[in-house]
């Protein structure tokens, strides 16, 4: 994780996706010593990333490409 990488966002709640967004910042925890990304959403919206749930862009790419294959190997 570094500052500027893209990142999916979703909501620790609703488990509903928020969208993309990138890091532009970071900041280390005081309880678990972690380092915490601040995510500016594509919608201008700012988000830690201690209170949703995030994905690298090439981890949301390859999960994508795993789902597809799974569903185009049962459909044939």
């Known amino acids: 994780m570094k500052i500027g ?4 966002v979703w909501d620790e709640v609703a488990h509903q996706s928020l969208g993309w967004g990138t890091i532009i ?11 915490i990304p601040l995510i500016k ?3 201008g919206k700012m988000i830690w990333g201690n209170r949703c749930y995030w994905i690298e862009e ?3 790419i390859e ?14």
């Not at 910042?25 to 380092?35: C, G, I, N, P, V």
């Open 5 to 8: 990488d893209k990142v999916q």
């Open 25 to 35: 910042r970071t900041a280390h925890s005081m309880m678990s010593k972690e380092e």
């Open 41 to 43: 959403l594509d919608t």
């Open 58 to 60: 090439k981890k949301a």
């Open 63 to 76: 999960i994508g490409i795993k789902l597809f294959r799974e569903i185009y190997e049962k459909s044939r």
